[in-house]
């Protein structure tokens, strides 16, 4: 099963700033936050991800909780072309068996409105 | 492009018959993995490879279904005697292999139509 919450979907308006939450209250130390997301019809997308720190690159920025049991996805402008299925997923960095895997939830659905 | 490749991007076929997927990696990403998607759910893992050395199947991963990725390159899924239920998305990921950094890239998936 998945390790995330999320809800299952959220709207938000053109040119503002989409915040995706996700809780993941059991994460282990060694376990890394990933955000991916896709697009209908399409592979899933690899986002950002992070272990402790808040991590920013040219999509997005990922703010983790000082406790590690929950982040935000923040996407700072959102268009049209990010409506889309967000996951947050959780897992072991590293070599072997299934720590390497991703275990997807279901999501949120996230729809950017004109 | 140098992203991950699947072909074919759509495949319909009757129950019964076989069908084999093909998938090419990122350049030099030494990870495999297989994953399936049903409408409406997120992707579920079937199996990986390292290198051509396949190291973990999933309990999804039935008798009818095999994997290969015989030079370390290329992957091929083949499910025989298809069926209704085995309708979905096939999706193919690839990663470095690297401790560090080691992020699934995915392609854009083989949707299966079994009639």
């Known amino acids: 099963d998945a390790k995330t919450t999320q809800p299952p979907s959220m709207d938000c308006a053109e040119g503002r700033a989409a915040n995706l939450p996700c809780n993941h209250s059991?994460?282990?130390?060694?376990?890394?936050v990933y955000w991916y997301r896709q697009i209908h019809s399409q592979g899933p997308q690899y986002i950002i991800h992070g272990l402790k720190n808040n991590e920013t690159n040219e999509m997005a920025s990922l703010i983790i909780t000082e406790d590690r049991k929950s982040s935000t996805l923040i996407l700072p402008h959102a268009t049209l072309r990010d409506t889309a299925v967000y996951y947050c997923?959780?897992?072991?960095?590293?070599?072997?068996?299934?720590?390497?895997?991703?275990?997807f939830g279901k999501g949120t659905k996230l729809s950017v409105k004109p | 492009d140098t992203g991950v490749s699947q072909d074919p991007r759509h495949k319909i076929t009757k129950r019964g018959q076989n069908v084999t997927f093909r998938c090419d990696p990122i350049s030099e990403h030494n990870r495999l993995y297989w994953y399936r998607q049903t409408l409406g759910q997120g992707p579920e893992f079937l199996t990986y490879?390292?290198?051509?050395?396949?190291?973990?199947k999933s309990r999804l991963l039935s008798d009818r279904f095999s994997a290969e990725r015989p030079k370390g390159s290329f992957s091929t899924l083949e499910i025989q005697r298809t069926e209704q239920g085995d309708s979905a998305m096939y999706l193919c990921?690839?990663?470095?292999?690297?401790?560090?950094?080691?992020?699934?890239?995915f392609g854009p998936g083989t949707r299966l139509t079994v009639l």
């Open positions: 059991t994460i282990s130390g060694n376990e890394y």
């Open positions: 490879f390292q290198n051509e050395a396949q190291l973990e």
């Open positions: 990921a690839s990663s470095l292999g690297d401790r560090a950094t080691d992020t699934q890239y």
């Open positions: 997923i959780v897992r072991v960095e590293g070599y072997g068996g299934s720590q390497g895997n991703l275990i």
